[in-house]
């Protein structure tokens, strides 16, 4: 048993050492992949560093930009709407041409109103919307000379078949 049992213990001994060389080696890459994650973790929080800058930059610009074009936005309503009140005679549609275009026009004489109520800390706001409601009251009375004109003309004409 002596030499059967040195053979066995010397196999043992020989599996031992296999699976510390084999320990060994699994920390060796352990300790190597360790050390790529660190570098990559170490690049990861520069480049965060380096980015972060340009996010706040980014979203500034883009607040501006927002906050600009919000800008040109009112500053194009109110354009159109000082202009609405500096309407000429001869830029008001007429009613009998196209009514339809009329009544847009005088909608958007109303929407002017309505504007400058809203607005009225405008300098030249009181006499724009003066202007304005002037146009609002010509023009209904405008709307309701013309429906009793064609009302008048529908009464007097009576209806003629078509042959």
């Known amino acids: 048993m002596g030499s059967g049992g040195d053979d066995r213990w010397t ?6 050492e296999i699976v510390k060389e084999s320990m060994a080696s699994c920390q060796a890459l ?10 990559f ?3 990861l929080q ?3 560093h380096t980015v972060q800058p340009i996010l706040d930059q980014t979203e500034t610009l883009t607040t501006r930009q927002v906050n600009i074009e919000m800008t040109i936005t009112k500053v194009d309503e109110l354009i159109f709407n000082v202009q ?4 000429s005679p001869h830029e008001i549609p007429s009613i009998e041409a196209d009514y339809k275009a009329y009544l847009g026009w005088l909608k958007n004489v109303h929407m002017g109103v309505q504007y400058f109520k809203a ?3 405008f300098r030249k706001g009181s006499e724009a919307l003066h202007k304005l ?4 009251e010509d023009g209904v009375k405008e709307c309701m000379r013309e429906f009793f004109r064609r009302l008048s003309d529908s009464v007097t ?3 003629r078949a078509k042959d």
Do not use: G
């Open 84 to 87: 609405l009140a500096n309407t």
């Open 11 to 16: 196999r043992e001994l020989s599996k031992i």
């Open 30 to 39: 352990t300790d190597s992949m360790m050390e790529i994650l660190q570098s």
């Open 133 to 136: 409601k002037e146009l609002l």
């Open 46 to 48: 520069t480049l965060d």
């Open 119 to 121: 607005n009225s800390k």
């Open 157 to 159: 004409q009576p209806y």
């Open 41 to 43: 973790e170490d690049k």
